[in-house]
């Protein structure tokens, strides 16, 4: 039994807010979600985004953040006035002058980067080309197991997988690591096969290097679990 990737979940302060955001990034709709407002792909990313209400301030640079893609120089202009016109802003990193991606922040601070037209990685996937993560080799394989998504990326402690149906690429980029400073901001939630064992699915991701872990979430019908690197995530009741 293998969970799929449900959803990503944010952390946000103005949840609705949040999603009227990158729901207009991104040309998703928004749904009803039990604990807080949802987006539903309409594209191949094989994920919806979930925005629940949190008031944990951002500290520091978050663990992942989106890479958009661009098909020309103008459609990479045009998703960037659209982010700035929803409220998004610039901002800088680091990035070097003759960097061609745009670094830019959604309302709350979360990072995302507008890839210039021509990235070869990224040319074969979608409009969310990959979800870029702060982390190790070992995180990188860990994940390839738990989501049973081939790695199509592994080279001097880089790694990256996708789901065999297509999507965004999940990516880590090895170190140097940046410090955690905190609970991130965002997650992954996992939902098991509908006729699967929330336990059973628990006891695996332990043995494949996961752990337990109280974030003072008390009863709920989810189970918090951590990644080999700490970063937390979620695994669902099946439904």
């Not at 991606?101 to 037209?117: K, M, R, S, T, W």
């Not at 410090?179 to 006891?203: I, T, Y």
Request: charged share 25%.
């Amino acid at each position: 039994m293998t969970s799929r990737l449900f959803a990503l979940s944010f952390d946000a302060h103005d949840p609705a807010g949040l999603a009227r955001f990158w729901g207009g990034v991104l040309g998703w709709d928004l749904h009803d979600d039990p604990h807080g407002v949802g987006l539903v792909p309409s594209d191949d990313t094989g994920f919806r985004l979930r925005f629940v209400p949190s008031q944990n301030e951002k500290r520091g640079p978050n663990q992942m953040h989106f890479d958009l893609t661009s098909q020309s120089l103008e459609e990479q202009q045009a998703t960037v006035a659209r982010a700035l016109e929803l409220g998004g802003r610039h901002i800088d990193i680091g990035q070097l002058p003759e960097e061609e991606h745009v670094v830019l922040a959604d309302p709350e601070g979360n990072e995302f980067c507008v890839i210039e037209p021509g990235n070869n990685f990224l040319a074969d996937c979608g409009f969310i080309g990959a979800v870029s993560s702060d982390g190790s080799q070992e995180v990188g394989y860990f994940w390839s197991k738990a989501l049973d998504w081939p790695l199509v990326w592994d080279q001097d402690q880089e790694t990256a997988i996708r789901s065999p149906h297509g999507g965004p690429k999940i990516t880590w980029g090895g170190p140097p690591f940046n410090p955690k400073l905190g609970k991130n901001r965002l997650h992954f939630d996992l939902a098991p096969p509908a006729d699967g064992d929330q336990d059973a699915e628990v006891e695996r991701l332990i043995g494949l290097g996961a752990t337990r872990l109280d974030i003072g979430q008390g009863e709920t019908s989810w189970v918090v679990m951590a990644d080999p690197d700490g970063n937390e995530f979620c695994v669902l009741k099946p439904r």
